[in-house]
């Protein structure tokens, strides 16, 4: 791991922004899949609404 560092620390600039760039966008997915699981999973597991009944006049 301290090689991979150092490796990088002495790499181009343009690696490095790359590399840096794909970290953040990787985060970004994951963390906004992350997101829409949780928010999912309330949403399911909240409570249950009033089943709705129809009124048919004839």
């Given amino acids: 791991m301290l090689k991979a560092l150092r490796l990088f620390l002495q790499s181009d600039p343009k690696t490095k922004s790359f590399i ?13 899949a992350v997101y829409c699981y949780v928010r999912l999973d309330a949403v399911r597991s909240g409570p249950k609404a009033a089943p709705e009944t129809e009124n048919v006049s004839q």
Avoid: H, P
Avoid at 20 to 32: D, F, K, N, Q, T
């Fill in 20 to 32: 840096l760039s794909w970290a953040i966008y990787m985060s970004v997915l994951l963390g906004s």
